[in-house]
């Protein structure tokens, strides 16, 4: 479907031509009670949507968009456990993943028991890990996991950990590896004791060369220092959607925690891909966070779209991307337990939206996902945000920060908050000339003053969004990633195309494997592009 020659598209192009001399201080001035209708609140959390250049009446175009766009009918499809993942042939049910009770029907099957009985082995596992009762091949307690994986198989679980460390097991300690470079593994496995080390090896597939080397690595460490193979056994474990490669790799079969086809690697923190984040926080809190998101999955295929959080946000995404030409989107956390939130989100979103070509194999009539990028804010006002208030360009960004701090310090959350609302505030009302130049006179008169005057100008009208968790816990940082997941959905439905592949993924992989033998084998670099032979000419010059 071309929704782009749609009565509801071209509505959206008509009422940007009407909206878009407006500035964001014309928005606010006109309308006492933007703030009010531009906000949504969702337990414990509040959307502010306000400095987004959108007034009421541009939601509701939007939301006959999401209608034009059938929203409702894929939604219904996903839920349903039909094989919306058309290219793979495959269901999409990460929903059913958090889903804590009732059946999940995909077609003749309930896929729940397999969920539950999944969760409920890395609950004990995790509990046993925790408790110190279990041993190594040498007898001594297990207190450091090793989750050895990349992408899926580590954004999620690295970021939610990194998030809720505050409520880390105090004697625990767990690592994430996913590089190929020796400079990740190498110097962690220098501080690391084999007696007492776990390692999990994430993944889906149990093909990915990054995963495999490093587990490889890792098994020759632990061999190299405990000398016996049967130690294999007792210091490894899978979380895999191929059993069969983990045991052939030594892992016991009662140590493979099962995958399915159905769920994405970008969507799989809340299967066995969680295991390391459970043994962290616990099960309870993992509870907590499978809590948050099922009570997000339940606002969004209950709520009506003007008030529904996932698809109002993927809807300002849409009117950002496709009706104000925006090619980026920053991700701005403003709270340090959030700085690998951006990197989640950059998988989340650029590897499922960041497609050319349509569900129907055509290719899209309009741009899709926008470039995701994001650093702390609070780093980044003294980074990068001298571009956003004065670089002319169109960069929306997506303030994130919870009001209550997990450290805290005598008058730094209160200095974080006012910066991050500060930020949103300067990027959306800016400065005049008139302004700049009454503040300047203060200090400056004739050409002096005239030859400053040009930078010290703000443009503003830099949209933004401001979301705040009350507080950083499980179930809050659940609903978020949820949210964020059921965005990227939406955009996918609205954008026509399958958010659930990444063939894109493929080609640098398969060139990879060409190039790594030519590296030694002077005969099969010949066959290479010019480029290519000079970089390995180069290289074996230096390689030690
Ligand atoms: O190459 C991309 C990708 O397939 C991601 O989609 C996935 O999360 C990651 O690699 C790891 O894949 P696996 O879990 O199969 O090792």
Redesign the pocket.
């Known amino acids: 479907m071309n929704l782009t020659a749609s009565a509801a598209w071209k509505a959206l192009e008509a009422h940007r031509q009407s909206l878009s001399p407006a500035h964001l201080k014309d928005m606010f001035a006109r309308d006492p009670g933007r703030v009010s209708s531009l906000s949504l609140a969702f337990d414990g959390m509040l959307l502010d949507f306000s400095k987004q250049r959108v007034e009421p009446a541009t939601l509701n175009l939007l939301v006959a968009l999401a209608r034009e766009a059938r929203l409702d009918e894929w939604t219904s499809r996903m839920f349903g456990g039909e094989k919306i993942n058309a290219s793979e042939g495959r269901e999409v049910l990460h929903v059913a993943l958090r889903r804590s009770s009732g059946p999940f029907p995909v077609g003749d099957l309930d896929v729940m028991p397999q969920v539950l009985a999944t969760r409920q082995r890395m609950v004990a596992f995790a509990d046993h890990l925790r408790s110190g009762q279990a041993l190594g091949f040498t007898g001594q307690p297990i207190h450091t996991v090793v989750n050895i994986?990349?992408?899926?198989?580590d954004l999620g679980p690295k970021m939610v950990g990194y998030a809720l460390r505050a409520m880390a097991h105090p004697v625990l300690a767990v690592h994430y590896v996913s590089n190929l470079d020796g400079a990740q593994l190498a110097p962690l496995l220098q501080t690391l004791d084999p007696r007492t080390t776990l390692f999990l090896v994430?993944?889906?597939?149990?093909?990915?060369q990054e995963?495999m080397l490093n587990a490889q690595t890792a098994r020759d460490w632990l061999l190299a220092n405990l000398g016996d193979p049967a130690a294999v056994a007792k210091h490894f474990a899978a979380l895999t959607a191929k059993p069969e490669r983990a045991v052939a790799f030594g892992i016991d079969e009662e140590a493979v925690f099962p995958l399915w086809d159905w769920v994405?690697?970008?969507f799989s923190l809340w299967s066995a891909v969680g295991l390391a984040l459970m043994i962290a926080i616990g099960p309870q809190a993992f509870a907590d966070l499978l809590a948050g998101a099922e009570s997000m999955d339940e606002h969004f295929r209950t709520t009506p779209y003007e008030r529904n959080l996932p698809v109002i946000v993927a809807l300002l995404g849409i009117w950002n991307t496709n009706f104000l030409g925006a090619s980026s989107n920053a991700v701005l956390p403003y709270n340090e337990s959030l700085k690998f939130l951006p990197s989640f989100l950059q998988?989340l979103e650029m590897?499922s939206n960041g497609k050319a070509v349509g569900r129907d194999g055509q290719p899209l009539a309009c741009a899709s996902n926008p470039i995701v990028w994001g650093e702390l804010g609070n780093n980044g006002q003294h980074a990068f945000f001298q571009l956003l208030h004065q670089g002319g360009r169109l960069v929306p960004c997506d303030f994130i920060a919870a009001v209550r701090s997990d450290y805290p310090l005598a008058g730094h959350q209160e200095a974080l908050l006012a910066n991050c609302f500060a930020q949103s505030a300067a990027l959306a009302f800016g400065k005049t000339a008139d302004e700049a130049r009454a503040e300047l006179s203060r200090s400056l008169q004739g050409a002096a003053l005239e030859e400053l005057l040009p930078h010290k100008v703000f443009p503003g009208n830099q949209p933004s969004s401001t979301l705040l968790l009350s507080r950083l816990d499980p179930r809050n940082i659940g609903a978020l990633i949820a949210m964020y997941e059921h965005k990227v959905f939406v955009q996918g439905v609205i954008w026509g195309l399958n958010s659930f592949d990444?063939w894109g993924?493929e080609l640098g992989?398969a060139v990879a494997n060409s190039i790594l033998p030519a590296i030694t084998d002077l005969e099969l670099a010949k066959k290479l592009d010019a480029s290519t032979q000079g970089l390995l000419a180069y290289s074996r010059r230096h390689l030690g």
């Not at 994986?149 to 198989?153: K, T, V």
């Not at 994430?202 to 990915?208: D, L």
């Open positions: 994986g990349i992408g899926g198989s994430a993944s889906k597939t149990f093909t990915t995963t994405g690697g970008r998988q590897e990444q993924v992989k």
